[in-house]
């Protein structure tokens, strides 16, 4: 390989990197990697080479990406993330893994039919007290180990998955596993500096508050159908009118009046009706990979279909009128700066 092919494998991989930067900075470290690889012999670029360039590329590229959003909308959604995701996982670990009793001895089940992860249904019991965890931590101010716990929550999803397909425990349904991910994620990138103890404590009474619905709504289904089933294992996870299902039957409007609200506080505090938009298509996951999977399009059982083709041209109008708001020169933390006083700042803290 000449030197010129070289300079075209180099160029060919920076392109990792986003335009604005290559513009930049791409023939000063073309030359400095074709100097290196002179002095070195080589005539190709090596394999630390590629792992170095890629890895960086892409991270610069993400960087840019997400210098995009504002910075008190990702706060936001964090906040909205990270309460949403324990209260959800606190109501599961009792509903749907402490409240269920194994299937009745007399109808010809084993002891303990039924839970397949100890005295616990499936493999969620040791998920969901990290996302708990991580709410208390975060509370109480410590940052870091917040971070810490909802990283081993995205590995404990991913765990759960695998040891589901090797062993014979069961896992929670991999939509519920899927939104547990992303706002664990969402979580985590986005966690503010200095946390608002009461946005996070508002928003985990209001998710508190939709998923009591939740809950009262599955138990007036089971109680009005005449089900006997509702403790017995799985009822919870995949039984008609348990609480995941009721979740998804109610969600839609839920997140319809939730940016509804949020738009009208965005008014003063840009950022909170696409933290709603955001974390609500989250959650709007799971009904509608249960519609994809189990019902036909249009069928009569498909509830979701309709409801979310209705709700989503005013929500994603209001999230995008928001966004335009928190990142205008006159949003949150953008107003002029008078002569002799602190420079804004986009802290949530603060708005």
Same mark, same amino acid.
Request: charged share 15%; aromatic share 8%.
């Given at each position: 390989?000449?030197?010129?092919?070289?300079e075209?494998?180099?160029?060919?991989?920076?392109?990792?990197y986003?335009?604005?930067?290559?513009?930049?900075?791409?023939d000063?470290?073309?030359?400095?990697?074709l100097?290196?690889?002179?002095?070195t012999?080589?005539?190709?670029?090596?394999?630390?080479?590629?792992?170095?360039?890629v890895?960086?590329?892409?991270?610069?590229?993400?960087?840019?990406s997400?210098g995009?959003?504002?910075v008190?909308?990702?706060?936001?959604?964090?906040?909205?993330?990270?309460?949403?995701? $324990?209260v &959800?996982?606190? /109501?599961? %670990? *009792?509903?749907?893994?402490?409240?269920p009793? @194994? +299937? =009745?001895?007399? !109808?010809?089940?084993?002891?303990? $039919?039924? &839970?397949?992860? /100890?005295? %616990? *249904?499936?493999?969620?019991?040791?998920?969901? @007290? +990290? =996302?708990?965890? !991580?709410?208390?931590?975060?509370? $109480?101010?410590?940052?870091?180990?917040?971070? *810490?716990?909802?990283?081993?929550?995205?590995?404990?999803?991913?765990?759960?998955?695998?040891?589901?397909a090797?062993?014979d425990?069961?896992?929670?349904?991999?939509?519920?596993?899927?939104?547990l991910?992303?706002?664990?994620?969402?979580?985590?990138?986005?966690m503010?500096?200095?946390?608002?103890?009461?946005?996070?404590?508002?928003?985990?009474?209001?998710?508190?508050?939709?998923?009591?619905a939740?809950?009262?709504?599955?138990?007036?289904?089971?109680?009005?159908?005449?089900?006997?089933?509702?403790?017995n294992p799985f009822?919870?996870?995949?039984?008609p009118?348990?609480?995941?299902?009721?979740?998804?039957?109610?969600?839609?409007?839920?997140?319809?009046?939730?940016?509804?609200?949020?738009?009208?506080?965005?008014l003063?505090?840009?950022?909170?009706?696409?933290?709603?938009?955001?974390?609500?298509?989250?959650?709007s996951?799971?009904?509608?990979?249960?519609?994809?999977?189990?019902?036909?399009?249009?069928?009569?059982?498909?509830?979701?279909?309709?409801?979310?083709?209705?709700?989503?041209?005013?929500?994603?109008?209001?999230?995008?009128?928001?966004?335009?708001?928190?990142?205008?020169p006159?949003?949150?933390?953008?107003?002029p700066?008078?002569?002799?006083?602190?420079?804004?700042?986009?802290?949530?803290?603060?708005?």
């Amino acid at each position: 390989m000449t030197t010129s092919r070289l300079e075209i494998a180099y160029r060919r991989l920076l392109r990792c990197y986003p335009p604005r930067w290559r513009h930049d900075h791409e023939d000063e470290l073309i030359a400095t990697l074709l100097d290196l690889a002179d002095a070195t012999g080589r005539t190709r670029p090596s394999p630390a080479d590629i792992a170095d360039l890629v890895v960086h590329g892409l991270a610069t590229r993400l960087g840019v990406s997400l210098g995009l959003v504002p910075v008190v909308v990702r706060q936001r959604t964090a906040i909205l993330a990270l309460s949403s995701l $324990a209260v &959800l996982s606190a /109501g599961l %670990f *009792v509903v749907a893994e402490v409240v269920p009793k @194994p +299937l =009745p001895a007399y !109808a010809g089940n084993p002891p303990g $039919a039924g &839970l397949t992860f /100890g005295p %616990f *249904v499936t493999l969620g019991a040791a998920i969901y @007290p +990290l =996302p708990v965890a !991580a709410l208390v931590a975060a509370s $109480a101010g410590a940052r870091r180990t917040a971070r *810490v716990l909802l990283g081993l929550t995205c590995i404990a999803v991913c765990a759960a998955v695998l040891v589901a397909a090797w062993t014979d425990i069961a896992r929670p349904p991999l939509y519920l596993l899927a939104v547990l991910f992303l706002q664990a994620g969402m979580a985590s990138a986005g966690m503010p500096t200095a946390l608002r103890r009461r946005d996070l404590f508002t928003a985990a009474a209001l998710f508190c508050l939709f998923l009591a619905a939740a809950g009262t709504y599955s138990l007036s289904l089971v109680h009005s159908n005449g089900y006997v089933y509702y403790n017995n294992p799985f009822a919870a996870y995949r039984g008609p009118d348990g609480l995941v299902d009721s979740i998804q039957r109610i969600l839609p409007a839920t997140v319809l009046v939730g940016v509804a609200a949020a738009t009208v506080i965005s008014l003063r505090r840009p950022g909170w009706a696409v933290a709603v938009f955001v974390v609500g298509a989250a959650w709007s996951l799971m009904p509608i990979a249960e519609s994809i999977r189990y019902y036909p399009w249009g069928s009569a059982n498909d509830v979701v279909s309709g409801g979310f083709l209705l709700a989503a041209v005013p929500v994603v109008l209001a999230a995008v009128m928001d966004l335009s708001r928190a990142a205008s020169p006159h949003g949150l933390g953008s107003a002029p700066v008078r002569q002799g006083s602190a420079p804004p700042s986009n802290d949530p803290d603060q708005g």
